[in-house]
Each structure stands twice: as C-alpha cells, then as structure tokens.
C-alpha cells in the first residue's frame, strides 16, 4: 500500500468584482528502494512516503510563475544525495542531514508517467562502498555536496550498499 505524505496549498483565483476561485492541491511522493548484490539477486526492497519540503514547495511555484511570464525556469531538479541523519523530514529542510561523500548522483532517468507525476531514478552502480544510509533527497544539483534546491526528502531504516551491490531508488512526485 502505498503511504503518502501530503503538503496542501491553498490557491486562490482572483476573476474580478469580488469573485474569488478556491482550490487546493497536494505534492506527494514515493520512494522505492531496490538494494541488489553482485548475480543481480534482490537483497532488500523499501516503500517508503517522503517529504515534500517547503523549498520543493517555492521550486514548483517558481516554475509555475517563470512559465507563465516568459521568465527564466529555475534549474531543473538534477540528483538525489544520499545522508547518514535519520532524524525524521521536516518541512523546513534544506539539505539531507548528514550528506555521504561521492553519493550525489545525476538521475539514471526522468520520465513523466501521468499528466502529474514525474518519476526520478538513480541507480547507484557496483563500485563503491555507501555504509549507513539512512536518508535521500531529490535536488537540482549534481554537484559533489550538500548544496542546491531540495525538492524533498525521505528517511528510512539502514541500508548498507557493499562494493558489489546496486542501488535504486524510484521517486514519484505527484500533484493531486
């Protein structure tokens, strides 16, 4: 079952004269987590809600704004970043909270599935060592750090990706 977190927004249209047009949407998300050993066996599979962060919030909103006044868009969101905090995700968080050197990945793939969903997917190949995960956020940066717009953020019981593991992670953002 899949377990969302929602961030409602309300949305007031102003028509004129005193007539006004409410509404309200939700950014949701999903993670699933695939960690996979050396033959390509499944080692250990996560479902996992996540956060949606104040900044993911103004990221959508710049977009909405800059698309619609010609302006220019905000830079589009690049990598997830890996972390050793599991302290739960807060609205107001920037950054994961214990950033894992070298983690930062560009997305494997980016694909629109419905008319508003947008499927992120890294795959962390064999290769490299990531002890201790416990976090992962969705940013518009592939820089080598903490830095960039974070879109959101999740946190999850340890993972351990050895040296011959794979690691993926699918993230599906959704506004409702």
């Given at each position: 079952?899949?377990?969302?977190?929602?961030?409602?927004?309300?949305?007031?249209?102003s028509?004129?004269?005193?007539?006004?047009?409410?509404?309200?949407f939700?950014?949701?998300g999903?993670?699933?987590?695939?960690?996979?050993?050396?033959?390509?066996?499944?080692?250990?599979?996560?479902?996992?809600?996540?956060?949606?962060?104040?900044?993911?919030?103004?990221?959508?909103?710049?977009?909405?704004?800059?698309?619609?006044?010609?302006?220019a868009?905000?830079?589009?969101?690049?990598?997830?970043?890996?972390g050793?905090?599991?302290?739960?995700?807060?609205?107001?968080?920037?950054?994961v909270?214990?950033?894992?050197?070298?983690?930062?990945?560009?997305f494997?793939?980016?694909?629109?599935?419905?008319?508003?969903?947008?499927?992120?997917?890294?795959?962390?190949?064999?290769?490299?060592?990531?002890?201790?995960?416990?976090?992962?956020?969705?940013?518009?940066?592939?820089?080598?750090?903490?830095?960039?717009?974070?879109?959101?953020?999740?946190?999850?019981?340890?993972?351990?990706?050895?040296?011959?593991?794979?690691?993926?992670?699918?993230?599906?953002?959704?506004?409702?």
């Amino acid at each position: 079952m899949k377990d969302k977190t929602a961030l409602d927004d309300q949305v007031q249209i102003s028509l004129g004269r005193g007539c006004a047009v409410e509404s309200s949407f939700s950014i949701t998300g999903h993670v699933r987590l695939e960690l996979r050993g050396p033959g390509g066996e499944t080692k250990d599979t996560r479902e996992i809600s996540n956060l949606v962060v104040t900044t993911g919030k103004e990221y959508v909103l710049d977009l909405w704004q800059e698309h619609d006044s010609g302006g220019a868009l905000p830079t589009a969101m690049a990598s997830m970043k890996l972390g050793t905090d599991g302290t739960a995700a807060a609205v107001g968080n920037t950054t994961v909270g214990a950033y894992i050197v070298d983690s930062a990945l560009a997305f494997t793939s980016v694909t629109q599935n419905t008319s508003t969903q947008i499927r992120y997917i890294t795959n962390w190949p064999a290769g490299a060592a990531l002890m201790g995960i416990v976090e992962a956020g969705i940013f518009n940066n592939a820089l080598n750090n903490d830095t960039g717009t974070m879109l959101a953020r999740t946190t999850f019981a340890v993972v351990n990706k050895l040296v011959a593991d794979t690691l993926e992670i699918t993230w599906d953002i959704e506004i409702t």
